[in-house]
């Protein structure tokens, strides 16, 4: 079993700036890849990208010119940059994990709130 932990949401001004960070726990050496999403109450889910073990990344055309993912020291901690944040971005910001056997996102972290004021 994994388990995913996120943190570095918060409450930014428009047009800020916030990084978040994904941990992950357990059996973590049968992570392919990580990732993250992000929802609204009211509006569908949206997949914003991922890295895999090897270090490819890609992450959805809506907001890829101001979010970033990358990996830190550890293969098992992710970041997302969100640079130039607009009122439409406030959301629970989510980690996901796939997983050997599993070929989709089941191991899903509880999130991590970002608002954004004017």
């Known amino acids: 079993q994994v388990q995913l932990l996120e943190s570095g949401g918060g409450l930014v001004q428009a047009g800020g700036s916030l990084r978040l960070t994904c941990t992950a726990s357990?059996?973590?050496?049968?992570?392919?890849?990580m990732g993250w999403s992000r929802h609204t109450p009211g509006k569908e889910s949206e997949w914003i990208g991922a890295?895999?073990?090897?270090?490819?990344?890609y992450v959805t055309d809506s907001v890829k010119a101001r979010f970033t993912i990358s990996r830190g020291r550890s293969k098992e901690t992710i970041y997302l940059q969100v640079n130039n944040l607009r009122p439409e971005d406030p959301a629970v910001y989510s980690c996901?994990?796939?997983?050997?056997?599993?070929?989709?996102?089941?191991?899903w972290g509880q999130g991590t709130q970002v608002t954004v004021s004017s």
């Open positions: 357990g059996d973590v050496f049968a992570i392919d890849s």
């Open positions: 890295i895999t073990r090897a270090g490819s990344t």
């Open positions: 996901a994990a796939l997983a050997t056997p599993y070929h989709q996102y089941n191991y």
